[in-house]
């Protein structure tokens, strides 16, 4: 599988054993966006992109939760974080990301769960 978010343009590739194309789509707007906010979910695992100096907006909700707001050219996106006790995050969550289905997109809420993060630093 290969998907992408670069210069406003969204790629997502998945093959079958690297054989058989079972999605192939490039583009901008819903593909784009999806692409983007996959990214967005997935810095979880790069902390440093979520910095404000790094494009993202924060509002805290509670004392676990806070939405985070990426742009970049037209797109803008928010995603919902919640918080394990130590301050990590534990969820992402989208009132709306495109899926395609019968051939065309269609708005399904959206969350993912960030499992385990583990570092190790090398002595």
Known sequence: MHDA???????????LCGLFSLV??????????GELMCFFAETAWYPTALLPSQGVQ???????SAR????????????????????LIETVR????????GGKVVPTPWRGRITEIVYEFAH
Not at 24 to 33: I, K, Y
Not at 58 to 64: K, L
Not at 68 to 85: H, Q
Request: proline letters at 0%; zero cysteines.
């Open 5 to 15: 978010y670069v210069a406003g343009e969204g790629v997502l590739h998945a093959t």
């Open 24 to 33: 192939n789509l490039r583009g901008t707007g819903d593909v784009a966006e």
């Open 58 to 64: 924060w509002e805290a909700v509670d004392n676990r």
């Open 68 to 87: 985070g707001t990426l742009t970049d050219g037209a797109i803008a996106l928010t995603l919902l974080s919640t918080f394990d006790e130590q301050g």
């Open 94 to 101: 989208a009132e709306a990301r495109g899926r395609t289905v």
